[in-house]
């Protein structure tokens, strides 16, 4: 019984993994679109380097941080006995939850490097 209850959970959470990243990865994509769209209109110029290195930003280190939570709960849950359905509930948490803290630091993280880019470019209002 306990085999087949694993089977299903692993089965679950490869689905929310594939689906998470499905959604991760066409957002992004879509914004720096249309980022790079508006580095054709002049009045728009300055949003541009928000738009992009927010997305883009938010997506690494979104990845970067739930792809650690990942490794980290497999050696630190093995060690301490939680293989059982609670280990992967944990590590769903756990994998949403680093997808969720990174993605906002890749954001701030790419809205910091952005006002630096047009404060370099001459496109800040504060120079």
């Given at each position: ?9 692993v ?6 993994t ?74 769903i ?11 906002a ?23």
């Amino acid at each position: 019984m306990l085999r087949a209850e694993q089977g299903k959970a692993v089965a679950w959470a490869r689905r929310l993994t594939s689906w998470s990243i499905q959604k991760i990865v066409s957002r992004p994509v879509k914004q720096n679109a249309s980022g790079l769209l508006m580095l054709l209109s002049s009045r728009l110029r300055f949003l541009a380097a928000y738009v992009i290195l927010g997305s883009t930003f938010g997506l690494i280190v979104s990845f970067l941080i739930s792809t650690a939570t990942l490794l980290l709960r497999a050696k630190l849950m093995a060690g301490l006995g939680f293989n059982g359905s609670l280990g992967g509930i944990v590590s769903i948490l756990g994998y949403l939850s680093g997808i969720v803290a990174g993605g906002a630091v890749g954001i701030v993280v790419g809205a910091l490097t952005a006002h630096r880019v047009n404060r370099w470019a001459g496109l800040s209002k504060t120079n």
